[in-house]
């Protein structure tokens, strides 16, 4: 009798798990670095920041005004680039891809030298991650790239410099994932599907978040965490975590 045939669910659950043990066990110094210099931000004062375009947006907003994260962690938004909230969707695709965009943002937004941006792209490849790492370095911002190093070494660069945004950052987490971000195949499907890259980016960012807390603790301060809106006190809770730290949460304004 023949072995039954491993289900599709199955290797999906295998092949993201296999991603989460490879970051794990090979990002853990840079998972440290990047909750490092969170904490080094919130200690002075300063104020953290996190983009993601397209997909890359999901893991982003994933540690923004979330409970269980930290108050501090503000979303830098740029319209349009999320993608499937505008019509027709590819011109969230269109967008990464224009040059200068990056620059109009930050110089519009409330970053000011000492914060931290946490740029999350999967490929790395195209202008708007790529300027939006160089222009904060320039600002005197520390910038965490999230991307797939993969990328850089099988693809080719979409913006003039021939760069990817890993090669502007002052940390680097490698998400592992492959090109093409699609875990499984089939006979019967045409073409490889299955991502996997929210799923892991998403752990990834929540590891970094969780290490930076308990850093802070470490320190002697006490890290402003939020808790959820759906259990008692909740609201009352985060209502004071906003008030006492106003002047760096920026979705409350």
Not at 211 to 234: E, F, H, K, W
């Amino acid at each position: 009798m023949s072995e039954p045939r491993e289900s599709l669910a199955d290797r999906y659950f295998d092949a993201a798990i296999t991603l989460l043990h490879r970051i794990r066990d090979e990002e853990a110094a840079g998972i440290q670095a990047a909750a490092d210099a969170i904490g080094d931000a919130i200690a002075a004062d300063g104020r953290v920041f996190v983009f993601g375009a397209g997909h890359s947006s999901l893991p982003a907003q994933d540690v923004v005004y979330r409970a269980g994260g930290l108050a501090l962690i503000n979303l830098l938004a740029v319209p349009g680039v999320v993608g499937v909230d505008v019509m027709p969707a590819t011109l969230g695709s269109a967008l990464e891809r224009v040059d200068g965009l990056a620059g109009a943002v930050l110089d519009t937004s409330p970053v000011r030298p000492g914060d931290v941006l946490i740029v999350i792209s999967l490929s790395g490849r195209n202008a708007l991650p790529v300027e939006m790492a160089q222009n904060a370095r320039a600002l005197g911002l520390t910038v965490i790239g999230v991307t797939s190093v993969a990328y850089a070494k099988e693809t080719k660069s979409r913006h003039a410099s021939g760069t990817f945004l890993k090669d502007h950052c002052d940390i680097v987490l490698d998400s592992k994932i492959a090109v093409g971000d699609a875990e499984l195949t089939d006979e019967a499907i045409p073409a490889p599907f299955a991502p996997a890259s929210t799923v892991v980016i998403s752990a990834l960012m929540q590891a970094v978040v969780a290490t930076a807390a308990t850093g802070l603790a470490a320190r002697g301060i006490t890290p402003p965490m939020l808790r959820s809106g759906n259990v008692d006190g909740g609201h009352d809770w985060n209502g004071r975590i906003f008030e006492e730290y106003r002047d760096r949460i920026f979705f409350r304004h």
